[in-house]
Protein backbone atom coordinates (compact mmCIF):
# COMPACT_ATOMS: atom_id res chain seq x y z
CA UNK A 1 0.00 0.00 0.00
CA UNK A 2 1.14 3.43 -1.25
CA UNK A 3 0.99 5.92 1.78
CA UNK A 4 0.50 9.42 0.36
CA UNK A 5 2.50 12.30 2.20
CA UNK A 6 0.39 15.32 2.96
CA UNK A 7 1.99 18.17 2.97
CA UNK A 8 1.05 21.07 6.04
CA UNK A 9 -0.78 23.81 4.32
CA UNK A 10 0.73 26.83 3.42
CA UNK A 11 1.06 30.07 5.70
CA UNK A 12 -1.82 32.49 4.70
CA UNK A 13 -0.04 35.63 2.69
CA UNK A 14 3.41 33.25 3.36
CA UNK A 15 4.93 34.19 -0.48
CA UNK A 16 3.03 38.32 -0.29
CA UNK A 17 5.30 38.32 3.34
CA UNK A 18 8.85 36.85 1.76
CA UNK A 19 8.79 39.38 -1.61
CA UNK A 20 7.72 42.32 1.12
CA UNK A 21 10.45 41.83 3.38
CA UNK A 22 13.14 41.41 0.61
CA UNK A 23 11.75 44.48 -1.04
CA UNK A 24 12.05 46.60 2.14
CA UNK A 25 15.52 45.30 2.60
CA UNK A 26 16.14 46.10 -0.53
CA UNK A 27 15.01 49.73 -0.09
CA UNK A 28 16.74 49.70 3.13
CA UNK A 29 19.96 49.40 1.95
CA UNK A 30 19.14 52.06 -1.16
CA UNK A 31 18.07 54.30 1.78
CA UNK A 32 21.11 54.40 4.21
CA UNK A 33 23.35 53.96 1.91
CA UNK A 34 22.24 58.03 0.77
CA UNK A 35 23.21 59.12 3.70
CA UNK A 36 27.36 59.14 2.53
CA UNK A 37 25.78 59.83 -0.34
CA UNK A 38 24.28 62.82 -0.27
CA UNK A 39 25.99 65.95 1.37
CA UNK A 40 25.83 65.93 4.95
CA UNK A 41 23.19 67.78 7.00
CA UNK A 42 24.63 66.72 10.09
CA UNK A 43 28.51 66.25 10.20
CA UNK A 44 28.47 64.16 12.90
CA UNK A 45 25.81 61.61 11.56
CA UNK A 46 27.22 58.04 13.05
CA UNK A 47 26.90 56.75 9.44
CA UNK A 48 28.34 59.26 7.49
CA UNK A 49 31.37 57.42 7.27
CA UNK A 50 29.86 54.46 5.53
CA UNK A 51 31.43 53.41 2.22
CA UNK A 52 30.88 54.75 -0.56
CA UNK A 53 31.46 54.50 -4.57
CA UNK A 54 30.29 57.27 -5.53
CA UNK A 55 28.81 61.09 -4.52
CA UNK A 56 25.25 61.73 -5.36
CA UNK A 57 23.71 65.54 -5.65
CA UNK A 58 21.22 66.69 -3.36
CA UNK A 59 17.95 65.74 -5.39
CA UNK A 60 15.97 67.61 -2.12
CA UNK A 61 12.96 69.50 -3.03
CA UNK A 62 10.17 70.73 -0.95
CA UNK A 63 6.68 69.26 -0.67
CA UNK A 64 3.52 71.31 -0.16
CA UNK A 65 3.85 69.68 3.59
CA UNK A 66 6.99 71.16 4.18
CA UNK A 67 9.19 67.84 4.23
CA UNK A 68 12.40 67.36 2.78
CA UNK A 69 12.00 64.89 -0.24
CA UNK A 70 15.49 63.31 -1.53
CA UNK A 71 16.45 61.05 -4.47
CA UNK A 72 16.21 58.45 -2.42
CA UNK A 73 12.72 58.76 -1.47
CA UNK A 74 11.76 58.34 -5.34
CA UNK A 75 14.33 55.80 -5.82
CA UNK A 76 13.00 53.62 -2.46
CA UNK A 77 9.28 53.93 -3.78
CA UNK A 78 10.35 52.66 -7.46
CA UNK A 79 12.15 49.53 -6.01
CA UNK A 80 9.42 48.55 -3.50
CA UNK A 81 6.48 49.32 -5.86
CA UNK A 82 8.51 47.39 -8.94
CA UNK A 83 9.69 45.00 -6.67
CA UNK A 84 5.56 44.22 -5.36
CA UNK A 85 4.68 44.66 -9.16
CA UNK A 86 6.33 42.59 -10.55
CA UNK A 87 5.05 39.70 -8.66
CA UNK A 88 1.80 40.43 -7.81
CA UNK A 89 0.81 42.59 -10.97
CA UNK A 90 -2.97 42.75 -10.69
CA UNK A 91 -2.01 44.89 -6.75
CA UNK A 92 -2.49 48.66 -7.05
CA UNK A 93 -0.96 50.85 -4.82
CA UNK A 94 -0.88 53.82 -2.65
CA UNK A 95 2.39 55.82 -2.18
CA UNK A 96 3.62 59.56 -0.68
CA UNK A 97 4.78 60.32 -4.44
CA UNK A 98 4.45 60.82 -7.89
CA UNK A 99 6.85 61.84 -10.59
CA UNK A 100 5.76 64.72 -11.89
CA UNK A 101 8.47 66.57 -9.41
CA UNK A 102 10.98 64.05 -11.69
CA UNK A 103 9.66 64.83 -15.32
CA UNK A 104 10.59 69.00 -14.60
CA UNK A 105 13.71 68.30 -13.42
CA UNK A 106 15.08 66.30 -15.99
CA UNK A 107 18.44 65.89 -13.94
CA UNK A 108 17.00 64.72 -10.56
CA UNK A 109 15.27 62.28 -12.73
CA UNK A 110 18.65 60.90 -14.13
CA UNK A 111 19.98 60.96 -10.19
CA UNK A 112 17.28 59.17 -9.36
CA UNK A 113 17.02 56.55 -12.29
CA UNK A 114 21.30 56.22 -11.36
CA UNK A 115 20.10 55.45 -8.04
CA UNK A 116 17.95 52.82 -8.47
CA UNK A 117 20.11 51.03 -11.35
CA UNK A 118 22.59 50.68 -8.79
CA UNK A 119 20.43 48.87 -6.71
CA UNK A 120 18.59 46.72 -8.82
CA UNK A 121 21.13 43.83 -8.37
CA UNK A 122 21.69 43.66 -4.76
CA UNK A 123 22.05 40.23 -3.66
CA UNK A 124 19.37 39.56 -0.82
CA UNK A 125 19.70 36.06 0.77
CA UNK A 126 17.14 34.43 3.12
CA UNK A 127 18.59 32.19 5.59
CA UNK A 128 14.98 30.50 6.18
CA UNK A 129 14.83 27.04 5.13
CA UNK A 130 11.22 27.32 4.17
CA UNK A 131 11.82 30.61 1.82
CA UNK A 132 11.27 29.36 -1.79
CA UNK A 133 11.10 32.68 -2.98
CA UNK A 134 15.16 33.18 -1.73
CA UNK A 135 15.99 33.08 -5.16
CA UNK A 136 13.38 35.15 -6.88
CA UNK A 137 14.65 38.17 -8.55
CA UNK A 138 12.82 41.38 -7.17
CA UNK A 139 11.93 43.18 -10.88
CA UNK A 140 13.37 46.64 -11.32
CA UNK A 141 12.53 49.75 -14.17
CA UNK A 142 14.65 49.37 -16.42
CA UNK A 143 14.07 52.72 -18.03
CA UNK A 144 13.52 56.62 -17.27
CA UNK A 145 9.78 56.48 -18.32
CA UNK A 146 8.90 53.10 -16.88
CA UNK A 147 10.54 54.29 -13.41
CA UNK A 148 8.37 56.96 -13.42
CA UNK A 149 5.13 54.82 -14.35
CA UNK A 150 5.93 52.84 -11.39
CA UNK A 151 6.33 55.67 -9.23
CA UNK A 152 2.89 57.10 -10.29
CA UNK A 153 1.48 53.82 -9.63
CA UNK A 154 1.84 54.85 -6.18
CA UNK A 155 0.99 58.69 -6.16
CA UNK A 156 -2.03 58.51 -8.04
CA UNK A 157 -3.22 55.28 -6.23
CA UNK A 158 -6.84 55.48 -4.73
CA UNK A 159 -7.12 52.68 -2.48
CA UNK A 160 -10.26 51.24 -2.01
CA UNK A 161 -13.07 49.04 0.29
CA UNK A 162 -12.85 46.09 -2.06
CA UNK A 163 -9.33 44.23 -3.26
CA UNK A 164 -5.96 44.27 -3.21
CA UNK A 165 -3.58 47.38 -2.53
CA UNK A 166 -0.45 48.01 -0.94
CA UNK A 167 0.04 51.25 0.91
CA UNK A 168 4.00 52.47 1.28
CA UNK A 169 5.89 55.28 2.62
CA UNK A 170 9.38 54.86 1.26
CA UNK A 171 11.33 57.07 3.79
CA UNK A 172 9.03 57.96 7.03
CA UNK A 173 10.50 60.64 8.81
CA UNK A 174 12.36 62.77 6.34
CA UNK A 175 13.47 65.33 8.83
CA UNK A 176 15.42 62.70 11.12
CA UNK A 177 16.08 60.33 7.47
CA UNK A 178 18.28 63.40 6.65
CA UNK A 179 20.06 64.09 9.99
CA UNK A 180 20.94 60.17 10.04
CA UNK A 181 18.76 59.39 12.94
CA UNK A 182 15.48 57.26 13.19
CA UNK A 183 13.64 56.61 10.26
CA UNK A 184 11.49 53.81 8.31
CA UNK A 185 10.75 51.92 5.30
CA UNK A 186 7.33 51.06 5.27
CA UNK A 187 5.16 48.38 3.40
CA UNK A 188 1.82 47.16 3.86
CA UNK A 189 -0.62 45.02 2.08
CA UNK A 190 -4.40 45.64 2.36
CA UNK A 191 -7.36 43.43 1.76
CA UNK A 192 -10.79 44.33 1.42
CA UNK A 193 -10.32 47.46 3.77
CA UNK A 194 -8.03 45.94 6.35
CA UNK A 195 -3.98 45.53 6.69
CA UNK A 196 -3.01 41.68 6.01
CA UNK A 197 0.72 42.30 5.57
CA UNK A 198 3.00 44.50 7.26
CA UNK A 199 6.92 45.08 6.80
CA UNK A 200 8.83 47.85 8.33
CA UNK A 201 12.40 48.71 7.77
CA UNK A 202 14.03 50.49 10.44
CA UNK A 203 17.61 50.90 9.18
CA UNK A 204 19.12 52.98 11.67
CA UNK A 205 17.17 50.86 15.10
CA UNK A 206 19.26 49.80 17.22
CA UNK A 207 18.33 48.10 20.55
CA UNK A 208 19.77 49.23 23.77
CA UNK A 209 21.13 46.21 25.68
CA UNK A 210 18.90 45.85 28.51
CA UNK A 211 16.39 47.47 27.89
CA UNK A 212 15.57 51.30 27.31
CA UNK A 213 13.70 53.47 25.06
CA UNK A 214 14.26 54.35 21.24
CA UNK A 215 16.26 56.99 20.93
CA UNK A 216 16.88 58.97 17.77
CA UNK A 217 20.10 59.63 17.95
CA UNK A 218 21.37 55.85 19.25
CA UNK A 219 21.48 54.20 15.36
CA UNK A 220 23.28 51.07 14.38
CA UNK A 221 26.41 52.30 13.05
CA UNK A 222 27.41 49.13 11.22
CA UNK A 223 24.13 47.37 9.94
CA UNK A 224 21.02 48.25 8.51
CA UNK A 225 19.11 47.91 11.21
CA UNK A 226 16.35 45.49 12.06
CA UNK A 227 13.24 43.81 9.33
CA UNK A 228 9.96 43.68 11.24
CA UNK A 229 6.75 41.91 9.94
CA UNK A 230 3.57 40.24 10.68
CA UNK A 231 0.49 38.87 9.20
CA UNK A 232 -2.92 39.35 10.13
CA UNK A 233 -4.23 36.10 11.77
CA UNK A 234 -2.31 35.05 14.89
CA UNK A 235 0.97 34.14 12.79
CA UNK A 236 2.51 36.54 15.39
CA UNK A 237 5.00 39.65 14.52
CA UNK A 238 8.34 38.95 13.50
CA UNK A 239 12.23 41.03 13.75
CA UNK A 240 15.53 40.21 12.28
CA UNK A 241 19.09 41.86 11.70
CA UNK A 242 19.35 43.34 7.87
CA UNK A 243 23.06 43.62 6.72
CA UNK A 244 24.15 44.96 3.66
CA UNK A 245 24.36 43.65 0.75
CA UNK A 246 25.31 40.19 -0.46
CA UNK A 247 24.54 39.16 3.38
CA UNK A 248 22.40 36.87 4.72
CA UNK A 249 18.97 37.99 6.48
CA UNK A 250 18.88 35.96 9.15
CA UNK A 251 15.74 33.52 10.75
CA UNK A 252 12.96 35.32 11.75
CA UNK A 253 12.67 35.68 15.61
CA UNK A 254 9.03 36.04 17.35
CA UNK A 255 9.30 39.85 18.78
CA UNK A 256 7.62 38.54 22.02
CA UNK A 257 10.59 36.90 22.59
CA UNK A 258 12.71 39.49 22.42
CA UNK A 259 10.33 41.56 24.25
CA UNK A 260 10.57 39.00 27.29
CA UNK A 261 14.32 38.99 27.56
CA UNK A 262 14.30 43.23 27.40
CA UNK A 263 12.17 42.85 30.42
CA UNK A 264 14.03 40.13 32.51
CA UNK A 265 16.70 42.07 32.08
CA UNK A 266 16.63 45.54 32.70
CA UNK A 267 15.78 46.89 36.19
CA UNK A 268 14.63 50.57 36.83
CA UNK A 269 15.59 52.57 40.17
CA UNK A 270 13.59 54.66 41.68
CA UNK A 271 14.94 58.20 39.20
CA UNK A 272 14.03 56.44 36.43
CA UNK A 273 17.44 55.32 35.29
CA UNK A 274 17.84 51.84 33.74
CA UNK A 275 21.31 50.56 32.36
CA UNK A 276 22.01 54.38 31.48
CA UNK A 277 19.25 54.91 29.68
CA UNK A 278 16.92 57.93 30.66
CA UNK A 279 13.58 59.33 31.00
CA UNK A 280 12.23 55.30 31.20
CA UNK A 281 9.84 55.00 33.68
CA UNK A 282 8.36 52.02 35.38
CA UNK A 283 6.16 49.57 32.48
CA UNK A 284 4.63 46.78 33.82
CA UNK A 285 5.13 43.41 31.22
CA UNK A 286 2.26 41.14 33.65
CA UNK A 287 -1.04 42.03 34.93
CA UNK A 288 -3.33 44.84 34.45
CA UNK A 289 -2.00 48.64 33.96
CA UNK A 290 -3.07 51.64 35.22
CA UNK A 291 -3.40 55.07 34.05
CA UNK A 292 -0.24 55.93 36.40
CA UNK A 293 1.96 53.53 34.14
CA UNK A 294 1.10 55.06 31.23
CA UNK A 295 4.43 56.32 29.35
CA UNK A 296 3.51 57.90 26.55
CA UNK A 297 5.22 58.27 23.03
CA UNK A 298 4.80 61.08 20.91
CA UNK A 299 6.90 63.86 18.51
CA UNK A 300 6.26 67.68 19.90
CA UNK A 301 7.55 68.49 17.10
CA UNK A 302 5.09 66.96 14.24
CA UNK A 303 2.19 69.20 12.88
CA UNK A 304 0.44 66.35 12.20
CA UNK A 305 -0.90 65.89 15.86
CA UNK A 306 -1.98 68.19 18.95
CA UNK A 307 0.79 67.89 21.62
CA UNK A 308 -0.95 70.06 23.68
CA UNK A 309 -3.74 67.88 24.00
CA UNK A 310 -1.95 64.59 24.70
CA UNK A 311 0.27 66.56 27.31
CA UNK A 312 -3.05 67.33 29.07
CA UNK A 313 -3.36 63.61 28.81
CA UNK A 314 -0.59 63.03 30.32
CA UNK A 315 -1.22 65.34 33.45
CA UNK A 316 -4.46 63.86 33.47
CA UNK A 317 -3.05 60.34 33.82
CA UNK A 318 0.03 61.82 36.46
CA UNK A 319 2.65 61.13 34.10
CA UNK A 320 5.63 62.89 32.61
CA UNK A 321 5.51 63.68 29.00
CA UNK A 322 6.57 63.34 26.59
CA UNK A 323 7.95 59.79 27.93
CA UNK A 324 9.72 59.07 24.34
CA UNK A 325 10.03 61.35 21.43
CA UNK A 326 10.71 60.37 17.91
CA UNK A 327 9.38 62.23 14.71
CA UNK A 328 9.01 59.35 12.46
CA UNK A 329 5.15 58.05 12.67
CA UNK A 330 6.43 54.12 12.21
CA UNK A 331 9.35 54.51 14.59
CA UNK A 332 6.85 55.40 17.35
CA UNK A 333 4.44 52.31 16.71
CA UNK A 334 8.19 50.54 16.90
CA UNK A 335 8.70 52.33 20.28
CA UNK A 336 5.41 50.94 21.26
CA UNK A 337 6.07 47.39 20.07
CA UNK A 338 9.47 47.09 22.51
CA UNK A 339 8.11 49.30 25.15
CA UNK A 340 6.44 47.89 28.35
CA UNK A 341 3.03 47.26 28.66
CA UNK A 342 2.42 50.98 29.75
CA UNK A 343 3.64 52.43 26.28
CA UNK A 344 0.77 54.58 25.01
CA UNK A 345 0.08 57.00 22.05
CA UNK A 346 -2.90 59.47 21.55
CA UNK A 347 -2.50 61.84 17.81
CA UNK A 348 -4.91 64.04 18.49
CA UNK A 349 -5.77 65.86 14.89
CA UNK A 350 -4.95 69.84 15.35
CA UNK A 351 -8.58 69.74 13.02
CA UNK A 352 -11.68 67.65 13.08
CA UNK A 353 -11.58 68.22 9.67
CA UNK A 354 -8.02 66.58 9.22
CA UNK A 355 -7.40 62.47 8.62
CA UNK A 356 -4.19 61.01 9.11
CA UNK A 357 -2.43 59.78 5.60
CA UNK A 358 -2.38 55.73 5.16
CA UNK A 359 0.88 55.66 4.60
CA UNK A 360 1.37 56.80 8.19
CA UNK A 361 0.07 53.88 9.58
CA UNK A 362 -0.31 50.74 7.57
CA UNK A 363 1.78 47.92 8.82
CA UNK A 364 3.19 49.11 11.48
CA UNK A 365 -0.63 48.89 13.24
CA UNK A 366 -0.86 45.19 12.29
CA UNK A 367 2.83 44.57 13.63
CA UNK A 368 1.88 45.86 17.03
CA UNK A 369 -1.50 44.13 17.22
CA UNK A 370 -0.32 41.29 16.25
CA UNK A 371 2.65 41.25 18.66
CA UNK A 372 -0.18 40.59 21.49
CA UNK A 373 0.94 44.15 22.36
CA UNK A 374 -2.56 45.85 22.83
CA UNK A 375 -5.50 48.08 20.73
CA UNK A 376 -5.82 50.21 18.40
CA UNK A 377 -8.59 52.39 17.88
CA UNK A 378 -9.47 56.03 16.70
CA UNK A 379 -10.28 58.71 19.75
CA UNK A 380 -13.96 57.75 19.46
CA UNK A 381 -13.24 54.28 19.99
CA UNK A 382 -13.66 52.65 16.37
CA UNK A 383 -11.54 50.16 14.53
CA UNK A 384 -9.01 52.06 11.91
CA UNK A 385 -10.76 51.30 8.47
CA UNK A 386 -7.69 51.19 5.76
CA UNK A 387 -10.70 51.18 3.09
CA UNK A 388 -11.42 54.92 2.40
CA UNK A 389 -8.93 55.63 0.15
CA UNK A 390 -5.21 57.55 0.67
CA UNK A 391 -6.70 59.49 4.35
CA UNK A 392 -8.47 57.90 6.87
CA UNK A 393 -11.40 59.96 6.53
CA UNK A 394 -13.34 57.46 8.11
CA UNK A 395 -11.42 58.16 12.04
CA UNK A 396 -10.64 60.87 14.10
CA UNK A 397 -7.20 60.62 15.64
CA UNK A 398 -5.15 57.28 17.34
CA UNK A 399 -5.31 55.58 20.63
CA UNK A 400 -2.81 52.70 20.53
CA UNK A 401 -2.66 51.14 24.28
CA UNK A 402 -2.36 47.68 26.02
CA UNK A 403 -6.05 46.13 26.08
CA UNK A 404 -6.11 46.19 30.17
CA UNK A 405 -5.94 50.34 29.57
CA UNK A 406 -6.98 51.39 26.75
CA UNK A 407 -10.40 51.70 27.78
CA UNK A 408 -9.58 54.02 30.47
CA UNK A 409 -7.55 56.13 28.04
CA UNK A 410 -10.25 56.11 25.64
CA UNK A 411 -11.91 57.99 28.46
CA UNK A 412 -9.59 60.21 29.59
CA UNK A 413 -9.88 61.33 25.59
CA UNK A 414 -13.24 62.01 25.96
CA UNK A 415 -13.36 63.91 28.72
CA UNK A 416 -10.69 66.20 27.76
CA UNK A 417 -12.56 66.08 24.02
CA UNK A 418 -15.67 67.29 26.16
CA UNK A 419 -14.04 70.01 28.38
CA UNK A 420 -12.79 71.58 24.93
CA UNK A 421 -16.09 71.66 23.14
CA UNK A 422 -17.38 72.83 26.67
CA UNK A 423 -15.19 76.25 26.76
CA UNK A 424 -15.37 76.86 23.10
CA UNK A 425 -19.19 76.66 23.56
CA UNK A 426 -18.89 79.29 26.73
CA UNK A 427 -16.42 81.17 24.59
CA UNK A 428 -18.34 81.70 21.54
CA UNK A 429 -21.30 82.75 24.01
CA UNK A 430 -19.45 84.95 25.76
CA UNK A 431 -18.45 86.61 22.40
Known amino acids: MTVKTISPPAKAYARERRI ?3 AVHRASILTKRAISLTPSYWASSPIASQPSSRKLSNGEISKSDASPVTAAD ?12 GAFPADSFIGEEDADSLRRDPLLAIQVFDFVQQYSTVQLVSDDDDDDDKDEPLYTPTTIEEMFHIIDLGGRGTGGRTGRFWALDPIDGTATFVKGQQYAVSLALIEDG ?7 GCPNLKLPEGGGEIEETSVDDEGVGLLLSAVRGGQGSTYRPMGWEGSKLRPARKIEDLRRGLSAASTLTQDGHSNGYVRKTTLKDSGVVELGDLHFIDSTVST ?8 QLADAAGVAYPGT ?5 HMRYVALIFGGRGAVQVRVPNSRHSANCIWDHA ?3 LIYTESGRGKVTDLNGKPVDFGTG ?14 SVHGKVLELVRDMLDDSSSSSSSSTTSS
Do not use: M, P
Not at 194 to 200: I, K, T, Y
Not at 393 to 403: F, H, K, P, R, V
Open 390 to 403: RKLSGNYGIITADE
Open 74 to 85: FAAQALLISAIH
Open 363 to 365: GAQ
Open 194 to 200: REVVGVL
Open 304 to 311: ATCSKKVR
Open 20 to 22: AER
Open 325 to 329: ELYSS
